[in-house]
C-alpha cells in the first residue's frame, strides 16, 4: 500500500512547515522560502506567513504538495527486546507486583567525583525529562553523591535495607573502575549481601556483559534513564520472590 | 504595587496567623545561621574585596585564598587578604596575580586590626560604591523609560551553551518583547564548589555562569535596550554551592534578578540544608544591597508532586522563603516569590484552581513581584496542544496581575527553545495582556463558587502544615520528607564540609558593612511588610 500525506483529499500530499532563515524579513526573504520549500521537493508551496524575529531572522509558516509516496508494506519495525516500563507503570507494577516499597541506593564510588550519571538516575528532576527514581512514589531512593567508599555505601545498603545498590563509574582511566568494581562485588560477597540486593552499574563505559563478567546482576550505558533501572530492578526483584515461592 | 481588594474573601487573621507560623518555623534556623560561615560565604567576601582571577589550570584566586586559609576560615578570610595587600603594597589586581602564581597570603604575619580595619574600609567603600552606582544606573534606565514596573513583564530563558550564541537569542528575544532574558546553567553547575572564570561557549543545555560571561550579557542588552527604548533586565541563577558568590558577582555586574531559594538546594539538588540556609543568608544580604529581585523555585514542587494535591505546600514554601528574605534585610518588592501552571489538562475545572492559586497568592503578598512559572509538566510533544496551554497559562497570568511572567514554550519537552519558539510565546504573550488589559477589575467571584472555596482550602492546609513543621522543626521537617515528598538528613547531601562555626573573633568586614546597611539585627525581625 503506498502512502502520502493526507490534507483534505486522498493522496494530496499536503504537508505544514515551519522554519527559519537567518534573513531580513522581506518580498525577497518570501520567496527564498519559496524556494527553500521547493527544494526540499515540494511543489504548489504557499508560503501563508512571515515574521521577522530580528533584523536578521524571519520565521515562516509555509504549505506544500509532496509527491512522494511510501510502501506501507515494506515498512518494518521490531519491538525493543528491552522494553521498558514508564514511571507511572513502574510504580503501578511495583504496588500490584511487590506491594511495598522498593529500596534503592545510589553512589558514584571510589575517588570517582562526577555525579552526573548517578544524578540522572537518582535526582528528582531526573535528566531529559525522564524524572529521576526519586520522584518514583513506590521506590525510596537515596542518592549518597560522589566519592563514596564501597565500605560507606554497603554499610548504608544493609542499614536501608535496600533492595538494590547503584553504583554509577565515569573516570575509566587505566581502567580504574574495573578496580574499583571488583572491590565492591568482593565486600558484597564477604559481607553476605550479595543474595539480599541487586547490584547494578552504569557509565558511559558500561555495558550488560562487562558488569555480568564483574558479577553485577546487570549494567547501563548511555542513554539510559531512569525507567531502564527502574524497570530492571522491579522486574528482578518480582522474578526473585515468585522463585522463591 | 496598589493594594489589591480580597476577590477570594481570604482571611485576614488567617493570613496573618500563617506568617506567624512561618516566623516561628525561621526563628531557630536563623540562630544557627547567625553563628555560622561557609566556603563560599567567604569566598564571596574575598570577590567583593577584589579577589579574582584564576590559575592557567582554571582555579579561581578566591578559592585559592580558601584553600590556604583551610581551618582559619572559621575566623574569617577577609583579614588575610587585607593583610598581604597591606604587607605587599598591591592593589587587588596585582595581588590577585601573584596568588594565581602560588603566593601563599596566610604565610604573612598579621598586622595590627586597626591597619586590617582601614584597609578594609577602603575596599568596602569602593564595593559599595560600584553596586550603588548599579542600582543608580539601573533606577535611572527605568525611570527614563516609562518608570513603574509593567505586569507581567516577559521573562525569557536562553540556553545555548556558548555565550556568545545567547547573545545572539538574547537580543532577537528582547526585540520582541521579552522584558527579562536568563541565562541558563549548565548541567550540574549547581555542584560546582567553585565558580569558573572567564568567557565560555561550551555548556550542556546552558551555559556557565562566569562574571566574565555575566558582562558580556549586559553589555549586550544594554546595547539592545537603548535601541529599544526599554531597560532590559537580566537573571542568573543564585543557587546551589555557590550561592554568595553568584550574588557577589551579579551586584558586580548589575544583574537584575537571581533565581535563589532557601531550600530548593537542599531538596533538589542534595546540596546539605545547614550550608544551604547559611549561603541563602548571605547571598540574600549581598542582592538586596544591590536592589536585585530574587525568585523563588516553588514551581519545582509541582513538577515533583500533584499541583492539586500539594498546593499548600507552595504557599508555606512562599511564606518560609519571605520571612528569610525579611530576616536578610529584603524588602518585599524585592521578593519573586514562585508558584506555576502545572494541573494536569485533563482536570475538570483545572483552569479554575490554576486561577484561585494565582490570585491567591496575589492577594496573600501584594508588595512582591511574583514569578509565575508556565506548564512543563504536562507538555509534550504535541506542540498544538502545548501552545493551547500556554495561552491560558498567560491569561491566568494577566489575570491576576502576576509580575514575572515566565513565557512557556511550545516546544517545552522536546528541545531548548527554537528562535522561533521564541517568537511564538512572545507573540502570544504580548497578544494575551491586550486584549484583556482590563479584565482583572472587571470580574469578581462568587463568595461560595470553586475559586473562592479552592483558596480557602488551601490558606487552611498551608496553616495545618505549618503547624505541624514548626512542631517538628524544619531541619526535621525537611529530614522527614515535608517538602516536595522528598528526604534529606541534615548532616547528609554536598557541601556539608564547607560549613564553620564562626570562631571568637570571626572578622567580616563585608558582613558587617551589609548588616549595618540593611539595618539587620536593628529593629525587630517580625515585620511582615518590606
Known sequence: MLIKPYGDTSGDGAVQLSFTLPVKNCGRAKEAARLYAQKLGFHK?????????????????????????L????????????????????????????????????????????????????????????????????????????????????????????????????????????????ELVELAEAEKLRGEML??????????????????????????????????????????????? | MTPVKSKLGLSKPKIAKARELAADIAAPVQEFIDGHTTVTIERATLRLLGADGATSDGVPVPNLIASQCADKLSGGAARYYLNALIKQDRTPAELNKEIACGLDITKFELTDLGRIRNKAEEAVKGMDARIAGNVAHRNSELA????????????????????????????????????????????????????????????????????????????????????????????NYCSGLCMPEIAAMGALERLDMMLNDSMYGILFRDINMY????????SRMINSAADIIINTGEDNYLTTSDAVEKAHTVLASQLINEKFAFNAGMPARLMGLGHAYEIDPELKNGFLYEYAQA????????????????????????????????????????????????????????????????????????????????????????????????????????????????????????????????????????????????????????????????????????????
Open chain 2, 275 to 282: 550550608r544551604t540556609f547559611t549561603d541563602q543568608f548571605f
Open chain 1, 71 to 182: 510502501d506501507y508494506d515494506k515498512v518494518e519495525y521490531a519491538e525493543a527486546v528491552n522494553d521498558c516500563m514508564s514511571m507511572d507503570a513502574v510504580n503501578e507494577f511495583i504496588k500490584t507486583h511487590l506491594r511495598r516499597k522498593l529500596v534503592i541506593v545510589g553512589a558514584c564510588t571510589g575517588t570517582d567525583a562526577h555525579t552526573v550519571g548517578i544524578d540522572a538516575i537518582m535526582n528528582m528532576k531526573g535528566y531529559n525529562h525522564h524524572f529521576g527514581l526519586e520522584r518514583y512514589p513506590m521506590i525510596e531512593a537515596f542518592n549518597l553523591g560522589s566519592q563514596v567508599p564501597n565500605e560507606k555505601l554497603l554499610s548504608y545498603a544493609r542499614q536501608v535495607k535496600a533492595d538494590a545498590v547503584l553504583v554509577s563509574q565515569i573516570v575509566t582511566q587505566k581502567d580504574v573502575h574495573i578496580k574499583n568494581l571488583t
Open chain 2, 359 to 530: 490570585l491567591m497568592a496575589r492577594e496573600i503578598f501584594p508588595d512582591h513581584p511574583l514569578k509565575y512559572m508556565p506548564p512543563t509538566k504536562f507538555m509534550t510533544g504535541d506542540i498544538f496542544k502545548g501552545y493551547a496551554m500556554n495561552t491560558l497559562f498567560n491569561f491566568v497570568s494577566r489575570a491576576t496581575g502576576q509580575s514575572i511572567e515566565l513565557l512557556g514554550m511550545l516546544t517545552e519537552a522536546i528541545h531548548t527553545p527554537y528562535l522561533q519558539d521564541r517568537h511564538l510565546a512572545i507573540e502570544n504573550a504580548l497578544y494575551v495582556h491586550n486584549t484583556m488589559a482590563g479584565f482583572m477589575d472587571e470580574v469578581e467571584f462568587k463568595k461560595e463558587g470553586v475559586m473562592a472555596r479552592r483558596a480557602r482550602q488551601v490558606l487552611d492546609e498551608t496553616i495545618e502544615m505549618l503547624s505541624d513543621v514548626k512542631r517538628r522543626g524544619l531541619f526535621s521537617a525537611i529530614e522527614t520528607g515535608m517538602f516536595a515528598e522528598i528526604k534529606r538528613p541534615r548532616d547528609g547531601g554536598k557541601g556539608f564540609d564547607g560549613v564553620y562555626e564562626k570562631a571568637p573573633g570571626y572578622y567580616n568586614p563585608v558582613e558587617d558593612f551589609l548588616k549595618k546597611k540593611l539595618e539587620i539585627g536593628r529593629r525587630p525581625r517580625a515585620a511582615s511588610r518590606g
Open chain 2, 144 to 235: 527614563r523609560n516609562g518608570g513603574a514596573m509593567k505586569s507581567p513583564l516577559i521573562y525569557v530563558i536562553v540556553a545555548t551553551g556558548n555565550i556568545y550564541e545567547d547573545v545572539k537569542q538574547a537580543q532577537a528575544a528582547a526585540g520582541e518583547g521579552a522584558d527579562i532574558i536568563a541565562v541558563i546553567r549548565t548541567t550540574a553547575q549547581s555542584l560546582l564548589d567553585y565558580v569558573p572564570y572567564g568567557a565560555t561557549t561550551e555548556g550542556f543545555g546552558g551555559t556557565y555562569a562566569t562574571q566574565e560571561n555575566f558582562r558580556i550579557m549586559r553589555a549586550a542588552l544594554d546595547e539592545t535596550g537603548s535601541k529599544e527604548g526599554r531597560y532590559i533586565r537580566l537573571v
Open chain 1, 199 to 245: 547490584l547494578v552499574v552504569g557509565g558511559p563505559r558500561v555495558n550488560n556483559k562487562l558488569a555480568k563478567e564483574l558479577g553485577y546482576d546487570a549494567g547501563f550505558g548511555p542513554g539510559t534513564y531512569a525507567e531502564h533501572v527502574a524497570t530492571f530492578v522491579a522486574r528482578k526483584l518480582h522474578e526473585r520472590m515468585s522463585g522463591k515461592k
Open chain 1, 45 to 69: 508551496v504557499d508560503v501563508v506567513h512571515a515574521a521577522a524575529l530580528s533584523e536578521e531572522f524571519t520565521f515562516f509558516v509555509a504549505y506544500g504538495k509532496t509527491e512522494v509516496g
